[in-house]
C-alpha cells in the first residue's frame, strides 16, 4: 500500500515538473513590434486601374477615375482581451493615395505585442485636431495640401477627393466628375470604421502583421444611398455630403491578415 502511494506521489511529481518546465518554455508576449495596414483600392469585385480601365455603376453610368485619395486617422486596435491601443495622435494621420505604391499601405510602429482582433480609423481630420489651428496641425496640413487634399485652411481639408469622366444613357460624352467630401455648413462630415479582424493580428518584436483592407470606392455613390452622376457630377458640399460621409464608411472590409 505504502509503496503504491510513494508511486502516486512520484508521478505526480513529475507530472508537476513537466507542466512547470512545459510553461516555463513559452515565451511572454512582450515588447513592442510594428503593424501594417494595406488599403486595396477596388471597384466592386474588379480591382482599380487608374485612368485606363472603365467600371459601370448600379445607375448605367460608365466612369473613368483618374484619382481617389483620402486621409485615414485616429487609429485604435484592440487586442483579444478587450485592451485597447491608441495609436498617438499627432502620429496617426495619413494619406492614401491611389496612385502612389507607398501611398497604399500605411506602417503604425511602436505597436504594444499582442493579439489584436479589431481596428478603428477615421476617415478625414477629427474637430479636436482642426481646431488646434494652423499652426497645430504639425506637417499634416503641409502633406495634405501637397496631395491637393486641402481648401483654403478657414474650409478645411479634403477628407476625400474621388476624381474622373463618366457617361451615361443620357450624357453621351466624356464629362469631368468630382466628389470632394469635407466639413460644410452645418456638418463636419468626419467618420469613424470599425472592422472586426477573421485572425489575430500578431504583433511580436520579430513579427510585423499586415491587415490586408479592400476599400470597395463604387460605394461613394453606390452605397446605401445612390447618386446619379448625371444628376450632379460636381458634389462638394451641401446636404449630399451627409449621404456620402455614410457611404464612404461602407467601402471598407477586411480581406485577410499576414502574419508573417
Keep these: 500500500m505504502k509503496n503504491t502511494i510513494y508511486k502516486g506521489l512520484a508521478v505526480l511529481a513529475v507530472s508537476i515538473l513537466?507542466?512547470?518546465?512545459?510553461?516555463?518554455?513559452?515565451?511572454?508576449?512582450?515588447?513592442?513590434?510594428?503593424l501594417e495596414i494595406e488599403y486595396d483600392q477596388s471597384f466592386g469585385s474588379n480591382d482599380l486601374i487608374?485612368?485606363?480601365?472603365?467600371?459601370?455603376?448600379?445607375?448605367?453610368?460608365?466612369?473613368?477615375?483618374?484619382?481617389?485619395?483620402?486621409?485615414?486617422?485616429?487609429?485604435?486596435?484592440?487586442?483579444?482581451?478587450g485592451t485597447e491601443f491608441i495609436y498617438p495622435k499627432s502620429?496617426?494621420?495619413?494619406?492614401?493615395?491611389?496612385?502612389?505604391?507607398?501611398?497604399?499601405?500605411?506602417?503604425?510602429?511602436?505597436?504594444?505585442?499582442?493579439?489584436?482582433?479589431n481596428v478603428k480609423f477615421g476617415i478625414g481630420v477629427d474637430k479636436e485636431q482642426?481646431?488646434?489651428?494652423?499652426?497645430?496641425?504639425?506637417?499634416l496640413y503641409t502633406r495634405a495640401q501637397a496631395a491637393g487634399l486641402t481648401w483654403t485652411w478657414s474650409a478645411g481639408y479634403k477628407y476625400l477627393a474621388f476624381e474622373g469622366t463618366f457617361t451615361s444613357p443620357t450624357v453621351t460624352t466624356d464629362t469631368a466628375f468630382m466628389i470632394h467630401n469635407g466639413q460644410s455648413t452645418g456638418n463636419y462630415n468626419y467618420a469613424e470604421v470599425s472592422l472586426a479582424l477573421p485572425t489575430k493580428a500578431q504583433v511580436r518584436t520579430t513579427v510585423t502583421p499586415e491587415i490586408h483592407l479592400f476599400v470597395d470606392v463604387d460605394k461613394i455613390i453606390d452605397g446605401s444611398t445612390k447618386f446619379k452622376l448625371s444628376d450632379n457630377p460636381m458634389i462638394m458640399g451641401g446636404s449630399d455630403l451627409v449621404n456620402i460621409t455614410k457611404n464612404i464608411t461602407e467601402m471598407f472590409t477586411v480581406a485577410h491578415v499576414h502574419n508573417d
Excluded at 18 to 34: L, W
Excluded at 50 to 78: D, F, G, P, R
Excluded at 130 to 139: A, C, P
Aim: charged share 20%; aromatic share 6%; proline share 2%.
Design 18 to 34: 513537466t507542466v512547470s518546465c512545459s510553461n516555463d518554455d513559452k515565451d511572454p508576449v512582450s515588447g513592442i513590434g510594428n
Design 50 to 81: 487608374l485612368n485606363s480601365q472603365t467600371y459601370t455603376s448600379s445607375n448605367n453610368e460608365v466612369l473613368k477615375i483618374s484619382t481617389i485619395k483620402y486621409i485615414v486617422s485616429n487609429i485604435v486596435l484592440t487586442k483579444s482581451d
Design 130 to 139: 482642426y481646431d488646434l489651428g494652423l499652426t497645430g496641425q504639425g506637417d
Design 91 to 117: 502620429d496617426s494621420y495619413f494619406i492614401i493615395d491611389e496612385s502612389s505604391t507607398d501611398g497604399q499601405v500605411i506602417t503604425l510602429k511602436g505597436i504594444p505585442a499582442g493579439d489584436y482582433t
